[in-house]
């Protein structure tokens, strides 16, 4: 039996806790996002599929 393994509830509870944003909200109407982390730039985009791709 795995020790490690997480209750339903505790899991729930986490993603409750979790900020939620609608992707166009965050992608604008272009569908790209411009993300500065620890001194990197990242382009969170929306692919002609509807996927979401994150590239340096």
Known sequence: M???R???S???RREEDTKAIDS???LGRDGRLIIHH???RYVL???RLGKL???T
């Open 6 to 8: 997480e209750s339903p």
């Open 38 to 40: 620890e001194g990197r």
């Open 53 to 55: 791709i994150l590239t």
């Open 45 to 47: 985009r929306r692919t």
């Open 24 to 26: 166009q909200a965050l």
């Open 2 to 4: 795995n020790s490690r």
């Open 10 to 12: 505790t899991v729930t």
